[in-house]
Structure formats: structure tokens, C-alpha cells
């Protein structure tokens, strides 16, 4: 993909985050809030159905309305479905310039490499901390805990 974004013959620093954002809550909205605040354009990837049944997980909100919900945040410009994990494929398809990611994976063996990877395009990769206190595994277990009384 071309970048799709240019001011002129400027070119924009483009970003990208991506997840599966089940069950929207204030943790995604602070990472994308926070992305959108270091880059001009933020472009996110949804995670498809299909990948995170490879996972071994189910999403509660099938992809297309997850797609929909992420598209209307303000924060961010270009949605595109990720399926698959290979972040360092996205890249090439959409030659972004930095990576927002949650710090749960920083010092992580595989991004570390990613990193590496990464570095030699030119591309940084930015960690920014975990919301404390809240995540989509924790609303679904308590939703369970709700259910089943």
C-alpha cells in the first residue's frame, strides 16, 4: 500500500497500533488517545475472527462491528483488519514509521526481536503502559462470574 497519507510533498510520520478491542473499553481508548498524540495519522488493524479463534479465544463482537466501532473513535484515521500477527507484513503493506504497543510485551523475547527487525527500517516501536485495572479478559470473567449466579 502507498502511503495515503501526505501533506503535500511533506511526508506525515504515520503510526499503527493494532488488537482485537472486544468489549471497547478505557484501556484501548487511552492507547489509541495516546498513538494518535504522537503521530499525524494513526492507523489501526482490527484483529479478524479468525485469528483470535487462533488464539484459542472468541471474540463477544464480531470483527465487522469491531471494525466500525474503532473507525468512529476521533483518534484515529485508517482502520484495516489484521489477520495475521506478522506485524513486520503489515509494515510492508503499510510503511508506517512508528508502532504503538501495550508495555505487557516489552523485554518480550519476540519483540525484542521485532524490534531489531524494525529498527533496521527505520521504524520505532513506542510502549506504552498497561491501563491498570481493566482489559477485556477481566469484563469477560466477570461477566461469567455475573452469568452464572
Known amino acids: 500500500?502507498?502511503?495515503?497519507?501526505?501533506?503535500?510533498?511533506?511526508?506525515m510520520l504515520i503510526g499503527y497500533t493494532s488488537g482485537v478491542?472486544?468489549?471497547f473499553h478505557i484501556g484501548?481508548?487511552?492507547?489509541?488517545?495516546?498513538?494518535k498524540g504522537l503521530?499525524?495519522?494513526?492507523?489501526?488493524?482490527?484483529t479478524t475472527d479468525e485469528l483470535v479463534s487462533y488464539k484459542n479465544k472468541k471474540a463477544v463482537i464480531r470483527h465487522s462491528e469491531r471494525m466500525e466501532i474503532v473507525r468512529n473513535i476521533k483518534h484515529v484515521?485508517?482502520?484495516v483488519?489484521?489477520?495475521?500477527?506478522?506485524?513486520?507484513?503489515?509494515?510492508?503493506r503499510l510503511k508506517y514509521d512508528v508502532m504503538f504497543v501495550g508495555d505487557?510485551?516489552?523485554?518480550?523475547?519476540?519483540?525484542?526481536?521485532?524490534?531489531?527487525?524494525?529498527?533496521?527500517?527505520g521504524v520505532k516501536i513506542i510502549y506504552f503502559p498497561y491501563t491498570k485495572g481493566t482489559s477485556s479478559s477481566l469484563i469477560n470473567k466477570t461477566l461469567e462470574k455475573l452469568r452464572t449466579k
Open 39 to 46: 503521530c499525524d495519522k494513526l492507523i489501526v488493524g482490527v
Open 104 to 121: 505487557d510485551w516489552f523485554e518480550n523475547d519476540k519483540w525484542k526481536e521485532l524490534d531489531k527487525k524494525f529498527k533496521e527500517v
Open 81 to 92: 483488519p489484521q489477520n495475521s500477527m506478522d506485524k513486520f507484513e503489515m509494515w510492508k
Open 28 to 35: 484501548h481508548l487511552n492507547l489509541l488517545k495516546n498513538a
Open 1 to 11: 500500500m502507498i502511503n495515503m497519507f501526505k501533506r503535500g510533498d511533506e511526508k
Open 21 to 23: 478491542y472486544d468489549l
Open 77 to 79: 484515521d485508517a482502520v
